[in-house]
């Protein structure tokens, strides 16, 4: 049985690369963690995107409005779709050197573009002790796709892309990107407690598969 979406390790150093590792794209059929409209209200509560009396809020809207849910749900996966095309395309990573379609990632552009300027036409200027903030999510059954849409505008404005790695499929890696903040920039892993050594423990076996006397 799959994780929940709650269950899933939290890799990628912010909210917008989490959110792009809540669909397996490995194998053969696709796993979606964000299963239901609950599902993604839990999981923006837990990566901190929404504050729990927000959850109340959207949880109320999206019960006297089923369609809002299903269209704040379609909104995010759109915004993961588009984000993961466009962070895939900012990769330099030798792994990754043909997964990034600079075509896919222009339209995906476009289209990220346009869920934020929604979210942003329903954001509000708010003077908080001496300075302005932008505040987006003032409309309950949007506030979980616009804070979405400001995160990945975040990542993609704010964050170093050199940054942005993928763990490495070609070597046995998840695929799940994150933000590699460590001092020289060497993360390869998602987790070495995971991906990296599930794959080291896999090339001992080969060794010394490769190393045993043949019987033939
Ligand atoms: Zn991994």
Redesign the pocket.
């Known amino acids: 049985m799959p994780l929940d979406v709650c269950q899933l390790p939290l890799v990628g150093g912010h909210p917008a690369l989490d959110l792009v590792n809540t669909l397996e794209r490995g194998g053969e059929s696709p796993h979606d963690f964000l299963t239901d409209s609950s599902a993604l209200l839990r999981w923006s509560a837990r990566v901190g995107v929404v504050t729990d009396a927000e959850v109340d809020q959207v949880g109320r809207a999206w019960r006297d409005e089923p369609a809002a849910a299903h269209a704040g749900l379609a909104a995010v996966r759109d915004i993961r779709e588009g984000l993961h095309l466009v962070l895939l395309a900012a990769i330099t990573d030798a792994d990754c050197g043909t997964a990034g379609d600079p075509i896919a990632a222009g339209a995906a552009l476009v289209a990220l573009h346009q869920r934020w300027s929604g979210a942003a036409v329903r954001a509000r200027f708010v003077l908080d002790s001496s300075q302005v903030r932008m505040v987006y999510g003032t409309v309950p059954a949007m506030l979980v796709p616009d804070r979405i849409a400001e995160a990945a505008l975040d990542v993609m404005l704010t964050a170093d892309l050199t940054r942005v790695r993928r763990?490495p499929v070609l070597e046995g890696?998840?695929?799940?990107l994150f933000l590699d903040q460590s001092r020289n920039g060497s993360r390869r892993?998602?987790?070495m407690a995971?991906?990296g050594n599930a794959v080291k423990a896999r090339r001992l076996t080969e060794r010394r598969r490769a190393a045993r006397p043949t019987n033939s």
């Open positions: 763990c890696g998840c695929g799940w892993w998602c987790r995971d991906c």
